[in-house]
């Protein structure tokens, strides 16, 4: 008989055998900033998640810098929505005034700039509208308009979360023509209409104000489709290519780990995180452990990059 538990027989071994390992470099942290001065908001649905104003950045920023881990993912939070998002491109917008500031005191931190409108438009859309149509062309120019904006500000990586159609080419041919052919484009290629977004569009305000994102963001029935994605996305130049959500969707990223020979990121998102905040707050689940297996897990199934909102306490358990 073939015994399995020979190799499980205790800590030594057990150790010797583990296929993955998590590490700090695995993780990107997001970080909402607002505008304002003095401001810590917490999240309400996200505990352990706030949003900071510039001059209250340091705080985290220390964090992360102590923690070691691979970067942070940008969301900014203008004061002024219109309908063409004109804060998401403006010179001294929120987030292009966050990533000076944070190049200037903290240039070791690896800065990813999450590229969409939704925040910064008054309808909460990720493109421009017209009547209740998400127009998906006349929106092209202004995603390459935010990256490049960010770009010039210092940003390293620009991470399109549209789902517009031709955006990373589109954003792509911007960068270059703008001198930035060495910025990197890691694209939310499989991107789900998913309600484990909900606590994210609280902290970011960015709920759309009609209607919804299905007729741009995917359906959650549809892994062939999502292939589909990623293979245009790296047809036009991606330099990596995401799924997101993270935990619903492993199947998804594991067939993409097995059918392009790319780096591969997965986005833990904000009802993912809550799910796992709310139980443990009430003695349900052990954060820690239920935390590791899940990060474990979307590792495992082949995730170079994970974007999570855990990633500071998971690499105190490591
Ligand atoms: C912007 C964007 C969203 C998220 C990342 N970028 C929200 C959305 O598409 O509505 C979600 C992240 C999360 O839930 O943690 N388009
Ligand atoms: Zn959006």
């Not at 998401?88 to 409108?117: M, N, S």
């Not at 008054?122 to 490049?148: R, W």
């Not at 290519?241 to 059918?259: C, G």
Request: aromatic fraction near 10%.
């Amino acid at each position: 008989m073939y015994r399995f538990r020979r190799l499980r027989r205790d800590e030594r071994i057990r150790a010797m055998m583990q296929e993955t390992r998590l590490h700090p470099k695995d993780f990107i942290y997001p970080i909402f900033v607002i505008e304002g001065v003095n401001i810590k908001n917490p999240v309400e649905s996200m505990p352990g998640i706030f949003q900071y104003s510039i001059d209250r950045l340091e705080e985290i920023l220390e964090q992360v810098k102590e923690a070691g881990i691979g970067g942070i993912m940008l969301f900014g939070i203008p004061l002024h929505k219109d309908p063409q998002g004109s804060q998401a491109y403006a010179k001294d917008g929120i987030t292009q005034r966050a990533v000076r500031f944070i190049k200037e005191r903290y240039p070791e931190i690896y800065i990813v700039v999450d590229i969409c409108l939704c925040e910064y438009t008054s309808h909460g859309h990720c493109g421009m509208v017209q009547g209740e149509e998400i127009l998906n062309d006349e929106t092209l120019p202004f995603l390459v308009k935010m990256a490049v904006s960010l770009a010039e500000a210092g940003a390293d990586m620009a991470a399109p979360s549209d789902m517009m159609d031709g955006r990373v080419a589109a954003i792509r041919e911007g960068l270059d023509q703008a001198g930035f052919t060495q910025m990197p484009i890691m694209a939310y290629s499989a991107k789900f209409a998913s309600a484990y977004y909900g606590p994210f569009r609280d902290a970011a305000h960015s709920a759309p104000g009609f209607g919804d994102r299905k007729s741009y963001q995917m359906d959650y029935a549809n892994g062939q489709e999502a292939l589909r994605e990623i293979a245009a996305d790296i047809e036009e130049g991606a330099d990596m290519v995401m799924v997101k959500p993270a935990l619903a969707y492993l199947d998804v990223l594991k067939e993409a780990a097995l059918t392009f020979d790319m780096p591969l990121a997965v986005y833990n998102v904000s009802g993912e995180y809550a799910m796992v905040k709310a139980a443990a707050a009430n003695g349900w689940i052990d954060e820690k452990r239920i935390v590791m297996e899940n990060l474990t897990a979307m590792k495992r199934a082949g995730a170079k990059i994970i974007i999570t909102y855990h990633a500071l306490d998971a690499v105190r358990w490591i």
